[in-house]
């Protein structure tokens, strides 16, 4: 079983592609890694970015929220004669962590956005909605679980969360079933909560995604604070890379994609004013972007489907000072887990 947009689940045309990083020559292409750099990979994973990143003489930061990912890390960086630092945390605090690491800036950030291919595969970390285990989700392995905003969100507040970042049509029909379900009994299996979805709406003939895979990935993104981690992200490597560092971003759905365009955008283009007021300051550009997004070729597709999803952005850095810290107005009013109510309440 495959990862398929935003790491949900797809079928396995072509066969497993477990481990294989997605748009890698073009990564490192976009990363230009030699002797002397260090850069920070902020979804270490498997390791296939950083692999690559350390045959060319790079020096590497590998940072991921996934105890067993670092576990992966720190077996490599004992052969990587002291140019691989594992650290175990979130890639949103990669400006402390460089800081902490190097005790300055670094040439390159490459983010692979996402859930992998190796958690979906683990029946036991509840991604996958195919197979059956804990209704986990959990990246980190600590905090709110899945099954914990399942069976504890407020119904207009479950539904929110499913149709802003599931883009689920259905969702205020797929929320009030969960709270009918769950007053009965709580949901603890992805099976169980796949198989409720399935039952709500149904599947059309010709939909080519299964029908839980909307609500899934609504919880995953959720539970993870995804999009929140790319933002601070972001920030963060504009205020971490030296001029002239590179930014490399690849995602898997729109969510994603739609943020880092804005971000390269607001950060690379002048806006165009109003004639009205011809004497607006203008902002300083802090990137020098690519219009259009790198894209995997038939080849890739074929021997990784995973990668048909996949879009690369990359920006340079100038040698402007950083932006305020903040992009403004790109979350919908949703709740957070923080507010998740108590246990009965």
Not at 104 to 115: K, Q, S, T
Not at 255 to 283: C, I
Not at 313 to 333: I, M, N, Q, S, Y
Request: zero cysteines; a neutral charge.
């Amino acid at each position: 079983m495959m990862a398929g947009p935003g790491g949900i689940e797809a079928p396995a045309e072509g066969g497993p592609s477990r481990h294989v990083p997605v748009l890698l020559d073009a990564v490192v292409a976009a990363l230009q890694p030699a002797q002397g750099q260090w850069i920070i990979d902020g979804t270490f994973g498997a390791g296939g970015y950083s692999r690559a990143l350390l045959a060319r003489g790079a020096g590497v930061i590998g940072i991921d929220r996934d105890p067993g990912a670092i576990e992966t890390a720190t077996a490599m960086a004992a052969t990587a004669g002291g140019l691989l630092k594992p650290v175990h945390g979130r890639f949103g605090d990669l400006e402390a962590i460089a800081q902490e690491q190097l005790g300055g800036r670094v040439d390159g950030v490459v983010l692979d956005i996402g859930v992998s291919s190796m958690q979906i595969d683990e029946a036991d970390r509840g991604f996958s909605f195919q197979k059956d285990g804990p209704l986990d989700m959990r990246m980190s392995r600590s905090g709110p679980s899945a099954a914990d905003v399942v069976n504890r969100l407020k119904v207009g507040d479950l539904a929110r969360v499913l149709n802003f970042l599931g883009e689920e049509r259905q969702a205020g029909r797929i929320a009030r079933a969960i709270e009918a379900r769950r007053a009965e009994r709580p949901f603890e299996r992805t099976l169980d909560l796949a198989g409720l979805v399935l039952k709500v709406i149904g599947r059309a003939p010709k939909d080519r995604i299964d029908p839980a895979t909307r609500t899934f990935q609504a919880l995953r993104i959720f539970v993870n604070d995804e999009l929140g981690e790319l933002v601070r992200a972001l920030i963060a490597a504009e205020n971490v890379l030296k001029p002239g560092g590179r930014l490399a971003v690849v995602t898997f759905h729109s969510l994603e994609d739609r943020l880092v365009k804005r971000f390269f955008r607001e950060r690379s283009e002048q806006d165009s004013g109003s004639r009205h007021l011809p004497d607006m300051a203008l902002k300083p550009l802090t990137f020098v972007a690519r219009n259009k997004p790198i894209t995997a070729d038939d080849a890739e597709i074929e021997t990784n489907p995973r990668s048909r999803s996949a879009k690369l952005r990359v920006g340079t850095r100038t040698d402007a000072a950083p932006r305020e810290a903040r992009l403004a107005g790109l979350f919908a009013d949703l709740p957070s887990l923080v507010d998740l109510p108590d246990a009965g309440a």
